[in-house]
Nanobody
């Protein structure tokens, strides 16, 4: 059974920083693409950052230079370090694991963690 448990969200002033964590069980983070998504009220869920099994990273344009995705293989954990936070970063942040085995693929999601950036 795959479980993704996020933590680290909270309330922060604009310009501040937070680090989100996603502890995975039932899936190996360095063998799958792991991503952070976010969903703001009234908006669609969007991809924020992804790290592939080969450690390639990519980011949505609005967070480039401010957010960093990383993983700790020993802890089977993925992180999202967020700097220079803006009010528009306010959203629920979700950890995602994209599992592929041959022709089979499945997305797993965490429960989400709220990030609120005040101006």
């Amino acid at each position: 059974q795959v479980q993704l448990v996020e933590s680290g969200g909270g309330l922060v002033q604009a310009g501040g920083s937070l680090r989100l964590s996603c502890v995975a069980s039932g899936i190996i983070v360095n063998q799958n693409a792991m991503s952070w998504y976010r969903q703001a009220p009234g908006k669609q869920r969007e991809l924020v950052a992804r790290i592939t099994s080969g450690a390639t990273t990519n980011y949505t344009d609005s967070v480039k230079g401010r957010f960093t995705i990383s993983r700790d293989n020993a802890k089977n954990t993925v992180y999202l370090q967020m700097y220079s936070l803006k009010p528009e970063d306010t959203a629920v942040y979700y950890c995602n694991a994209h599992y592929i085995l041959g022709a089979f693929s499945k997305d797993y999601w965490g429960q989400g963690t709220q990030v609120t950036v005040s101006s």
